[in-house]
């Protein structure tokens, strides 16, 4: 119907299976920390609000408006839950929206959701707070004109990240993915940002009370604005440096190592990819294979109880 | 209510449909995992896989093509992959030239791009089966029971519940907008892209102010009922022998597809 699926969620197949572990791992630690912090600084009041929350997200997504030429350009949210919700409460809220549209529509994949979560849903969060945090005393044109910027810094984010994924995952050469992502993402993120301040322009004047001092989103720490500024500068040097000259990435990333000269195998990709006493052969790599599933499990299990017992 | 827009939930009697969610929800991740550790060009591995998946069409009483007819909403991100085709040393197989650039396919970057894409057609044809042969609130139970925690599960669960109301509430918007947009035919409708995005951006703004309202009235209505903080279910969900059964003969079968895909 009026759902329309946007280039960034990845689905099944297109990222190698360590990639999208190690991307699971990250999401898994981020999300078990603002489950933490949600529990300690929400009540239960707070569990609806933000299961409402999320399905606002969800329903705005689908308000478009016409561009040119048949493309219409819609909202993804990550900046403007983060601005109004706070940032560990937004993250979740956007986890639980892309989880949704992975699990229901497929809009993205399963084995992939940890590195569509991490993209759409965690670093735009983290970009759209962490420079919002910083003029969030200021007046309300400089937080809107500041909120804008950070909604086209927070898409850009999340498609520099992508771009890098499937890079990493050798399904996209990396001097053509950068540049298309980000130039796709550039326009896409004009329409986000306009969309994020004409909404925020709109709850300040009807409900200034939402965005106050006592509100959750004024109440998150300093340390937001470190984490935003340190991913946007991340970004800027990032983006014309994978454009320009990816021989310098691509050296980076062999002494990383993440990357071997070689992409042919997937797998080859971490050369610690196989099980040392059993040599490079298929056998070794769906061990480790399994045997990295089993880590990724191993740490939300122990995530989920640890987080269990705090409730209790 | 729009309620049917967004259920992928097929109504249907059959075995599949009565596995225990939790069953159905690791043979589909597992079933993605191996998946993505076949290697490129596994083609007889690859048949194998959509064998299982037609198998269980069949069995859910789905029809045969139907995971097949939904299976292509991914089929626009296949752009991403197709660098891959130039990308990967091997033999050349030509030259093409393209604006500035000389494109070189060779055969192990045409191989690797296939592979990717049967990959990923596969996968979400698995994916497709799970949310059309089990329930969404069933599925949530899975997760929960699988240790995910409780406070996503709810999450989401309200997001589920609340969706279908919220996008009615996005129809009304869109509609009000469309009836006052109206147009003269061969002029131009509406003001400039900026006025547009503002447009949606104050229907974004009521649509949330609306849904903030509406989740304090919810939680009142809640609370009232005796809500503490979580969500009950009245499925009680227990593996029985032939959710075993299943488990195991599709583990054993994804092993078989392991060994026939590594082993030329």
Redesign the interface.
């Known amino acids: ?2 759902y329309s ?1 946007t ?1 960034m ?6 990222l ?2 360590a990639v ?1 572990l190690i991307c699971w791992a990250v999401t898994i630690s981020l ?1 078990a920390i603002a ?1 933490r912090k ?2 300690k600084e929400l009540g ?2 707070q ?10 997200i ?3 997504q ?7 030429g048949g493309t219409s ?3 993804l949210g990550g900046a ?1 839950a983060a601005i ?1 919700l706070g940032p560990w409460a937004a993250m ?2 956007m ?3 892309i ?2 549209q ?6 993205g ?3 992939v959701m940890g590195a569509n979560i991490l993209n759409m849903g965690l670093l735009t969060t983290v970009v759209g707070y962490g420079l919002y945090r910083i003029v969030s005393k200021k007046s309300i044109t400089t937080r809107l004109v500041i909120s804008g910027m950070a909604a086209w810094l927070s898409v850009m984010t999340g498609a520099l990240a992508t771009a890098v994924q ?1 890079w990493l995952s ?4 990396i001097n ?2 950068v540049p298309a ?1 980000l130039g796709v993402h550039a326009l896409i993120g004009l ?1 986000e940002a ?10 300040f004047r ?2 200034p009370d ?1 965005l106050g001092d006592g509100s959750a989103s004024a109440q998150s720490g300093r340390g937001w604005v470190f984490a935003g500024l340190l991913i946007t500068l991340v970004v800027v040097l990032l983006s014309p440096l994978a454009s320009s000259s990816p021989d310098g990435l691509e050296r980076v990333a062999e002494d990383m190592g993440f990357l071997n000269n ?5 797998f080859h990709i971490i050369p610690d990819y196989t099980i040392p006493f059993l040599g490079a052969t ?2 070794s ?2 061990l480790a ?1 399994g045997l990295g ?1 089993m880590v990724v499990l191993g740490v ?2 122990l ?3 640890s ?2 017992i705090g ?1 209790q | 209510m729009h309620d049917n827009v967004f259920d992928r939930y097929h109504f249907k009697q059959s075995l599949i449909h009565r596995l225990d969610p939790r069953v159905k929800l690791v043979v589909t991740v597992v079933f993605i995992l191996s998946n993505a550790l076949l290697p490129d060009g596994a083609w007889l591995a690859f048949a194998f896989c959509w064998l299982l998946i037609l198998a269980c069409n069949q069995l859910a009483k789905l029809g045969l093509g139907y995971s097949l007819k939904r299976s292509f909403v991914a089929l626009p991100f296949a752009l991403a992959a197709i660098t891959a085709i130039f990308s990967i040393p091997g033999k050349s197989l030509g030259e093409w030239h393209f604006l500035w650039l000389t494109l070189v396919p060779t055969d192990a970057g045409v191989l690797r791009f296939v592979s990717i894409l049967v990959r990923s057609w596969l996968s979400i044809q698995m994916a497709i089966l799970l949310v059309a042969t089990t329930q969404f609130p069933d599925l949530l139970h899975a997760f929960e029971h699988l240790r995910v925690p409780r406070i996503l599960t709810t999450i989401i669960a309200f997001l589920y519940r609340y969706m279908f109301v919220l996008t009615d509430e996005v129809f009304r918007l869109l509609r009000a907008r469309e009836a006052r947009s109206a147009g003269l035919p061969g002029q131009k409708q509406g003001g400039s892209i900026v006025w547009r995005a503002r447009v949606t951006g104050n229907m974004v703004g009521q649509l949330f102010l609306r849904s903030y309202e509406r989740s304090d009235r919810i939680y009142n209505a809640m609370l009232s009922r005796g809500y503490s903080g979580e969500l009950r279910t009245l499925h009680a969900h227990n593996m029985i022998r032939s959710d075993w059964l299943v488990l195991n003969a599709t583990f054993g079968a994804l092993v078989l597809i392991q060994l026939i895909g590594w082993i030329r």
């Not at chain 1, 969620?9 to 297109?14: A, E, K, N, R, S």
């Not at chain 1, 689908?62 to 040119?68: D, K």
């Not at chain 1, 992975?102 to 809009?107: E, H, K, V």
């Open positions: 119907m009026h699926p280039p969620h990845i689905p099944d197949g297109f190698t299976l999208s999300l489950i949600t529990n239960e009041k569990v609806p609000l933000m299961g409402i929350m999320a399905a606002f969800f329903a705005a689908m308000i478009n408006f016409p561009v040119a350009g819609h909202l403007l109004v979740l809220v986890t639980s929206v989880a949704v992975g699990l229901l529509f497929q809009d994949g399963l084995i499937l050798g399904t996209a050469q053509i993915v992502m329409g306009l969309i994020t301040v004409a909404a925020l322009g709109f709850i009807t409900r939402l070689s992409q042919a195998a997937p298929p056998l790599t769906i294979g599933v939300a299990f995530v989920g109880r987080l269990r409730n």
